[in-house]
């Protein structure tokens, strides 16, 4: 990187030390610190935490739905539509539990500061 400065409207090429999977496209703009982090071990444990819950609404409500009868309140729909949402974030939970769990493992293997 150079003292010059950069015509307006271009960008300089952000580095890839802290970026993610894909790297940052554009350089921060922001004012948060150049080391900011995501709580990785609260994410981990709500990840723990709410997956089996998930995953036990998601039963819960399907098991639900299929002993609705025509008449009942609440509809089979409505059921259904709440089994799927349980069954997104079952999705989402796992999701996230993957990515904390290779960035923890990442961490835990890179040397720190000497």
Known sequence: MSDRRRP???REDAPRARSGAIGRRFPRTGTEPVTAQ???RLRLLLSAVF???FVA???FFGVWAADTGPGD???RGTLVALAAV???FVLLAAADLMVVTGRLRRERDTPGPH
């Open 51 to 53: 997956l089996p819950l």
């Open 73 to 75: 309140s609440p509809a």
């Open 57 to 59: 609404g998601a039963a």
């Open 38 to 40: 995501s709580p990785l």
């Open 86 to 88: 349980c069954a997104a």
């Open 8 to 10: 307006a409207g271009t």
